[in-house]
């Protein structure tokens, strides 16, 4: 992702491609339980693991537990995928931690167009993080082919989760953050995102 490093921040992004930033607040629109042995899996987690000393460390035991655990509510709806690489007709390649696309019709393993990019902050940078991931919520949004969609995007160093959407040429920033020590609130901020990305493909018929 060579082409990132000629932007510095999440404003040199909108700038660049003449999208307008607001800030919006973010609601609960939809909750669930979580589970009680991801709950205790986390818990433990956070008391004994080392899980800062590296990236993989909090993916593996922070990001993707969460998400994926998020993500069972949608399976029939949305697929899930960890690392997967993206390339345009023009070899720009992007390479979200995680990614949420409609689920294909032809099967688990068929990427279809995505509605959700998961950008880990790198050091807890989440200025660097939220420079990455609007990049990808903008080249995401030129591969679906469609100037209706909305994008989420969610920057997280697996303690703090921040959210914003990319909507036609505006760029919303959620000012509220989502805390791994409130965990069901958290999972439930989750669910919600996935929920409202569920109601666009609903709204735009393509569910």
């Known amino acids: 992702m060579s082409s990132h490093k000629k932007f510095k921040s999440l404003s040199d992004v909108l700038i660049h491609h003449g999208i307008h930033y607001e800030e919006a607040?973010?609601?609960?629109?939809?909750?669930?339980t979580l589970n009680d042995a991801v709950k205790e899996e986390i818990d433990f987690t956070l008391k004994?693991?080392?899980?800062?000393?590296?990236?993989?460390?909090?993916?593996?035991?922070?990001?993707?537990?969460?998400?994926?655990?998020a993500w069972k509510t949608y399976r029939d709806v949305f697929s899930i995928w960890s690392h997967q690489s993206i390339t345009d007709e023009n070899g720009f390649l992007i390479i979200p931690d995680?990614?949420?696309?409609?689920?294909?019709?032809?099967?688990?393993?068929?990427?279809?167009?995505?509605?959700?990019?998961?950008?880990?902050?790198?050091?807890?940078?989440?200025?660097?993080?939220?420079?990455?991931?609007c990049l990808d919520m903008i080249k995401i949004r030129e591969l679906n082919q469609n100037e209706e969609m909305t994008v989420y995007g969610l920057v997280t160093n697996g303690e703090i989760w921040e959210i914003g959407k990319l909507e036609k040429q505006k760029f919303f920033f959620y000012r509220k953050r989502l805390f791994i020590e409130e965990l069901e609130n958290?999972?439930?901020?989750?669910?919600?995102v996935l929920e409202l990305c569920k109601l666009q493909l609903i709204e735009l018929k393509l569910l």
């Open 25 to 32: 607040s973010f609601e609960i629109i939809k909750t669930a």
């Open 186 to 192: 958290l999972f439930n901020g989750l669910i919600s």
């Open 98 to 133: 995680y990614l949420i696309s409609k689920r294909s019709e032809l099967g688990k393993v068929i990427f279809d167009f995505p509605v959700l990019a998961v950008i880990e902050a790198k050091k807890d940078n989440f200025t660097n993080g939220w420079t990455q991931c």
């Open 48 to 69: 004994e693991l080392p899980y800062k000393v590296s990236e993989a460390a909090i993916c593996e035991n922070l990001i993707y537990p969460l998400l994926k655990e």
